[in-house]
């Protein structure tokens, strides 16, 4: 069965970088896109981007756009999110989603909270 | 880009149909995804393409698109579907976006 699993909570202090792995399981992991979407507390989702595991290309929310990297290693089957320069505002839990075309998204990962904290 | 605007709340009694809308400018080109999203939990899709239900979403939820904005439907509201619900679309580049989010109360 298909499963996204998702690397574990982290605390880091501001200025530092995080980066989130999304390791998927029982399916094709080259052949859907996937996505990464936050919740900071009591906020709503928000969109960081996608990245085509196939190609390795990627596409960015603006507002992420010159501090956020979407890679992959297509040996292990694992998606990466790194995010640079950490505040306060980054505390959040952050999704991996697997899109399914013009079926939206059908599969989650967990969701990893990370932390930042001086 | 562009917005997707949701009311904050909803509230309803159980058996009661709750309506859920979702507007912005470009929605009459794309298709929307409602997501529903429970604390401690990963969201949901309970409606893709604008009225497409995924296979083991109960019937009592569906959605439709009439130009400018969207709707989910929930007739029957249960207990359960206490939730906060999204709408996301796309930009013709894939960027996507979110709604900022509806919270559907269950009385």
């Known amino acids: 069965q298909v499963q996204l699993v998702q690397s574990g909570a982290e605390v880091k202090k501001p200025g530092a970088s995080v980066k989130v792995s999304c390791k998927a399981s029982?399916?094709?992991?080259?052949?859907?896109?996937m996505h990464w979407v936050r919740q900071a507390p009591g906020q709503g989702l928000e969109w960081m981007g996608r990245?085509?595991?196939?190609?390795?290309?990627?596409n960015y929310a603006q507002k992420f756009q010159d501090r956020v990297a979407m890679t992959r290693d297509t040996s292990i089957r694992a998606a990466y999110m790194e995010l640079s320069r950490l505040t306060s505002d980054d505390t959040a839990i952050y999704y991996c989603?697997?899109?399914?075309?013009?079926?939206?998204?059908?599969?989650w990962g967990q969701g990893t909270l990370v932390t930042v904290s001086s | 880009s562009y917005e997707l605007t949701q009311p904050p709340s909803v509230s309803v009694s159980p058996g009661q149909t709750a309506r859920i809308t979702c507007f912005g400018d470009?929605?009459?080109?794309?298709?929307v995804y409602w997501y529903q999203h429970k604390p401690g939990q990963a969201p949901v899709t309970v409606i893709y393409?604008?009225?497409e239900r995924p296979s083991g979403i109960p019937e009592r939820f569906s959605g439709s698109n009439s130009g400018t904005g969207v709707t989910l439907t929930i007739s029957g509201v249960q207990a359960e579907d206490e939730a906060d619900y999204y709408c996301?679309?796309?930009?013709?580049?894939?960027?996507?976006?979110f709604g900022g989010g509806t919270k559907l109360t269950v009385l």
């Open positions: 996301q679309s796309a930009d013709t580049s894939g960027t996507w976006m």
């Open positions: 470009a929605l009459p080109k794309q298709y």
């Open positions: 989603a697997r899109d399914r075309g013009g079926y939206g998204v059908d599969f």
């Open positions: 990245l085509n595991p196939n190609s390795g290309g990627t």
């Open positions: 029982g399916y094709t992991f080259t052949g859907y896109d």
């Open positions: 393409r604008d009225s």
